[in-house]
């Protein structure tokens, strides 16, 4: 499992956030021609599901191979628009309104002015790369898709998860939970992690003999 850890994150406090998918997504792909050795899929939520899919269609671009499997929770498919105003901009408080709605970032960040002053730039940097995210038309994936949503998610409505079926001619699976937008992060409810489990076990079976376990690459989540 490669976990990837993007600027202004972990060890990589101190860079600069990324504020495009396009910039982005080229990065993760340039480090990937150098470490990829075996076949891999990757694993993504909310921001993170469009990064891996914008990943995988980055990688066929450039080497004509795409991952075994795409999984994506919490995002709507690409080409479906917005339906909420842009965020990223808004005056602290409207923002800090905003995280509070989506119940992704803990609370004692945001009533802590000094943890904002650290994290308000590269959250604000996230909202940016998501929102200003448009999807160019292109040639469906031919690797299957398995996608994950809360029941209560009031931002990505089942409709919004379905429609990932139209960027696959392979097998399409939709998986719901309880939960709203962060359901993969709520302590009582395990299923999320089982299913998951059993679907990237049922991948790593349908290798040909001889192909070596996939790397499973966490593209990471938006924190708010």
Known sequence: MCLVQLPGRGARIGEPPFTCMKALVNAIADQIDRER??????????MGATIGFELACELRRRYGTEPAALF????????????TPQSFDLPDDQFIAELRRLNGTPEE?????????????LLRADFQVVE???????????CPITVYGGLQDVDVSVQDL???QEHTVAEFQMRL????HFFIQEVNNPDFLQALGRDVSATLITLRPGEQVPQRIDTGKRQG
Do not use: N
């Not at 200003?132 to 031919?142: C, D, I």
């Open 37 to 46: 050795r075996c076949p891999y899929a990757f694993y993504g939520h909310s």
């Open 177 to 180: 939970f309880s939960g709203g």
């Open 132 to 142: 200003q995210y448009r999807y160019q038309v292109q040639a469906r994936l031919s």
């Open 109 to 121: 960040v945001l009533s802590d002015r000094k943890l904002l002053e650290l994290f308000l730039p």
């Open 72 to 83: 994506l929770s919490g995002r709507r498919a690409p080409h479906v628009p917005r339906s």
């Open 162 to 164: 379905q429609m990932w």
